[in-house]
């Protein structure tokens, strides 16, 4: 099963964004698609993951709310929502999937994501 992680783009301070994370094959229930991300210069750090199979969330402290995850079973799609975006979430975006929380296994290529202010 491979990942694609797409969505990213050039945005303004304070608008939104919705990264998508596509996966070509079958998801199975103990999979869990993570969400990280690498700013210019410093390390991937966790964002958001989600149980496949039974729809729970977790997310990292700075999210504050502004980071909602969702899924689309029928599309294998795991959907990333980012409101009120800030100079500081300027960054690529990975998709991957594991069955450790916060130790996935399998990387997708990442999308950028750009805020200018």
């Known amino acids: 099963v491979q990942l694609q992680a797409y969505g990213g783009g050039l945005v303004l301070a304070g608008e939104s964004l919705r990264l998508s994370c596509a996966a070509t094959?079958?998801?199975?229930?103990?999979?869990?698609i993570h969400w990280f991300r690498q700013a210019p210069g410093k390390e991937r750090e966790f964002v958001a993951a989600v149980r496949w199979g039974v729809r729970s969330t977790y997310y990292a402290d700075f999210v504050k709310g502004r980071f909602t995850l969702s899924r689309d079973t029928a599309k294998n799609t795991v959907y990333l929502q980012i409101n009120s975006l800030e100079p500081e979430d300027t960054a690529v975006y990975y998709c991957a999937r594991g069955h450790v929380l916060y130790s996935p296994i399998y990387w997708g290529q990442g999308t950028l994501v750009t805020v200018s202010s």
């Open positions: 094959g079958r998801l199975f229930s103990s999979a869990i």
